[in-house]
């Protein structure tokens, strides 16, 4: 027995709140009405998680959360990015406590049952590539453990294991982009920045034969980190295999507390295939730490508003970081509200 909503079956209800029915455009309902008469039908939970989802899936981006921001228990995270956020983009980065590299065949076999369960799909694999010493150079003082998020330190050598692993899981979760990044920050990047360079576009190739996108992160740890340095290396790095994943955090992280709009007026719009959205402020101290979206130097309505004239249409992904909510999931929880609110601002929700 289905549950119905004025004759209507939940499955049915969902494209008309979409605004889309058999390719045609039909009358929307209204928020109100739709919980009203799901309500009416015992549906009060899901009718409000259904319509942020239907309300989601009319933005012009692929409105995702990195899983392991709420929590290590992939299931539950997905629960929450699924029921409750109203959301059906995901981006893969660790679960159970461990990278998603080095996941056992069993659990990756369960991480597909649980995306097929929520309904959710893969915005791309949030790979930890590159995230090691370029050989040759001074030893990095910026990487650490610490932001491997659970994967184990890999040397130069391991890369090519690291690209290889990454693109098969991309190809068994139905994506076509991994994301990798610029090798640990160096002092000076001068005399070594021409063959990374030339690393980053033999890597793109590589991925481009395969059918996968290599999207590039500027990373406040890594060589290209603000949007002035992503430009540059988009700017020497010419292949269509390569794209940016831009990162305004991050950016500011690194103190281009103008990423927006400074740092976004060097990048090449065309190149940004990723986007990853969180915040930073100084502290009492001076010192620059995360911060909620919805705080801190990002303007992020502004930044939305300018991704969405630029003709972007690809993952707006929520990467936490702040921690102030007490726990991942509640301060997860808050920057999703900050983050929703600056897409609502940016008639992108």
């Known amino acids: 027995m289905r549950n119905c909503v004025a004759g209507l079956s939940v499955e049915e209800i969902e494209p008309l709140v979409s605004n889309e029915m058999g390719g045609h455009r ?20 899901g009718a409000d ?24 228990d992939f299931d539950h995270a997905c629960s929450v990015i699924a029921r409750e956020f109203g959301l059906q983009w995901i981006e893969l980065r660790s679960m159970w406590k461990k990278n998603l590299m080095d996941l056992s065949e069993d659990q990756l076999a369960e991480s597909e049952r649980i995306l097929a369960k929520y309904s959710l799909q893969v915005t791309d694999i949030a790979s930890p590539l590159f995230k090691t010493d370029w050989p040759g150079a001074p030893p990095s003082r910026y990487g650490s453990k610490n932001d491997l998020h659970g994967a184990a330190e890999a040397t130069f050598k391991q890369q090519d294991e690291i690209l290889e692993k990454s693109i098969a899981l991309a190809k068994r979760f ?4 991994v994301r990798g990044f610029d090798f640990w920050r160096l002092d000076d990047q001068t005399p070594y920045r021409k063959d990374i360079d030339d690393k980053l576009r033999e890597t793109a190739e590589r991925a481009g034969r395969q059918g996968i996108l290599f999207v590039l992160e500027n990373e406040f740890a890594c060589n290209t980190a603000t949007g002035r340095e992503a430009g540059r290396t988009m700017n020497a790095v010419q292949t269509p295999h390569l794209a940016l994943n831009w990162d305004p955090g ?28 969180k915040s930073a402020e100084k502290d009492s101290t001076g010192k620059i730490e995360w911060a909620p979206v919805g705080k801190g130097y990002v303007d992020w309505a502004a930044q939305f508003r300018a991704l969405k004239a630029s003709g972007f249409h690809d993952a707006v992904s929520l990467e936490t970081h702040w921690h102030g909510g007490g726990t991942p999931e509640e301060s997860s929880r808050i920057s999703w509200a900050g983050m929703k609110q600056a897409l609502e601002q940016a008639a992108a929700f």
């Open 26 to 45: 039909v009358s929307p309902l209204s928020r109100r009405m739709f919980i009203r008469t799901a309500a009416a039908a015992g549906l009060t939970f």
């Open 49 to 72: 998680a259904r319509w942020l989802r239907a309300a989601a899936a009319q933005s012009p981006f692929k409105v995702a959360v990195i899983n392991d921001e709420i929590s290590d």
């Open 174 to 177: 139905k994506t076509t982009k």
């Open 250 to 277: 991050n950016a500011v992280m690194r103190g281009e507390l103008d990423a927006y709009p400074g740092g976004w007026d060097a990048i090449p719009k065309d190149r940004i295939h990723h986007c990853h959205v």
